[in-house]
């Protein structure tokens, strides 16, 4: 038998931010009803999602959208993380997922795969990012003055929350040779972070050997 309705994605409408309709199928002068996502999940307003670029039925007869383009900041990082939400058959916000976000704040782990509801990916206050960075120094002759490498270093590592659980940074210089600098969480705080890139000193050398650090990272 034929389907009685058609769920369609339209994840341009709104400006990129996306919606869901449901059409009927069969019947003369059949329309479509918006779901009007929009004003019951107040966070797609803030970023063109493209909400309906996915669709997949849920065993309680509804079914899940996606926006995976949807963005959020959080200080001045801006993570493209995505989000999704379940539905019910008559297009009713049921639950929001954040499919990539494992955890909330405080360290608590959620069921990703059993569609946890979660308020946000980056949880306020706090505005966790758990991201381990490693960053690839240039330390050979080539580079001078050196102090503004060290500015640029501390001007980069200002942007990010930095702290246990958060945002953890390594360095690693080169030059002819590779030098480890700090590894990550050798240095959890901000302050202890940025006090170790104004003492960094150059390795110096007459050779940059580039692709070794980057395969070493």
């Known amino acids: 038998s034929c389907p009685s ?5 339209a994840p341009w409408d709104g400006n990129g931010q996306g919606d869901v309709y449901k059409c009927g199928v069969g019947l003369r002068n059949s329309s ?5 996502l929009g004003a019951a999940a107040p966070w797609l307003r803030s970023s063109a999602g493209h909400l309906g670029m996915t669709l997949v039925d849920s065993k309680d007869g509804g079914f ?4 995976p383009l949807w ?6 990082s801006v993570f493209s993380s995505g989000r999704c939400v379940r539905l019910n058959e008559e297009l009713q916000l049921m639950g929001t997922i954040a499919p990539t976000a494992q955890r909330e704040w405080g360290g608590t782990y959620w069921d990703v795969l059993g569609c946890a509801t979660l308020v946000s990916p980056c949880p306020l206050p706090g505005c966790s990012t758990y991201m381990d960075i490693i960053l ?8 001078y003055p050196w102090e503004e490498v060290q500015a640029f270093l501390g001007n980069i590592l200002g942007r990010f929350f930095i702290g246990p659980g958060q945002t953890q940074v390594g360095v690693l210089q080169y030059g002819e040779r590779l030098v480890q600098e700090w590894a990550l969480g050798q240095h959890p705080t901000a302050q202890r972070l ?9 390795q110096e050398g007459r050779e940059t050997r580039t692709a070794m650090a980057i395969r070493q990272a």
């Open 5 to 9: 309705r058609l769920l369609v994605g």
């Open 32 to 36: 479509c009803a918006k779901a009007n």
């Open 64 to 67: 899940v959208a996606c926006a």
């Open 71 to 76: 963005s959020q900041e959080c200080g001045t």
């Open 136 to 143: 690839v120094l240039d330390g050979s002759n080539s580079i």
């Open 194 to 202: 940025l006090e170790a890139a104004r003492n960094l000193t150059r």
